[in-house]
């Protein structure tokens, strides 16, 4: 069974920086077959995608926010972790973490999603 | 840069046929994909790389892509499928996800 969960904080100030860590299971980010994605949606808005990791590696960034995100994998390649630096209250949002097929690019699990608020 | 455009809502009576378009510059030479989304809940997979349903998504849901525009087709729409619903297609060139701007399905 693939399940994805993301954690971190809930309340995060403004200029900080913003660590979330989704743990996998039911799949291996050692599967050249597949990665992990994380996507967001604002309350009330459309969902966004913000960056991926792949097995071999691969990563690749939202070109709007690409200086302010980095994506990596633990050792065990069960856990993924996205920094964004610099946040703003603009960035308030509920986080997903979600399975990605390499090939067609579809998202086929997904995490329940954490919610990040940014205020002072 | 590519974009996705959805209408922002479309309305159905139970039992007919609802469609649920996403259009993009040449968006047939890319594979699109499906998401319903309820409200408090996690997107959904319903059709990945035009046409495929996933396991356990009700026949009735389907999709078309061509030209530049995917669709997303529901028939015999039920107030269940009352939802938002997200395209998706990938990039390539880029290995970028691109989302549409979502569409709120009313069934009435």
């Known amino acids: 069974q693939v399940t994805l969960k993301e954690s971190g904080p809930v309340l995060v100030r403004p200029t900080e920086t913003l660590t979330l860590t989704c743990n996998v299971s039911?799949?291996?980010?050692?599967?050249?077959?597949?990665?992990v994605t994380w996507i967001r949606q604002p309350p009330g808005k459309a969902l966004e995608w913000l960056a991926h990791?792949?097995?071999?590696?691969?990563?690749s960034y939202s070109t709007s926010l690409k200086t302010r995100l980095t994506i990596s994998t633990g050792a065990s390649k069960r856990q993924v972790f996205l920094t964004m630096t610099n946040l703003d209250p603009v960035d308030t949002a509920t986080y997903y973490c979600?399975?990605?097929?390499?090939?067609?690019?579809?998202?086929?699990?997904w995490g329940q999603g954490t919610l990040v608020t940014v205020s002072s | 840069s590519y974009e996705l455009t959805q209408p922002p809502s479309v309305s159905v009576v139970p039992g007919q046929t609802a469609s649920i378009t996403c259009s993009g510059d040449?968006?047939?030479?890319?594979?699109a994909c499906w998401y319903q989304q309820k409200p408090g809940q996690s997107p959904v997979l319903v059709i990945y790389?035009?046409?495929k349903r996933p396991s356990g998504i009700p026949e009735r849901f389907s999709g078309s892509n061509s030209g530049n525009t995917a669709t997303l087709t529901i028939g015999g729409t039920q107030v269940i499928d009352e939802a938002d619903y997200y395209c998706?297609?990938?990039?390539?060139?880029?290995?970028?996800?691109?989302f549409g701007g979502g569409t709120k399905l009313t069934v009435l």
């Open positions: 979600a399975r990605i097929r390499y090939s067609f690019g579809t998202v086929d699990y």
């Open positions: 039911g799949f291996s980010l050692s599967d050249a077959t597949m990665g």
């Open positions: 040449k968006l047939g030479d890319k594979y």
């Open positions: 990791i792949f097995s071999n590696d691969e990563k």
């Open positions: 790389q035009d046409n």
């Open positions: 998706q297609a990938w990039d390539s060139s880029t290995a970028h996800v691109l």
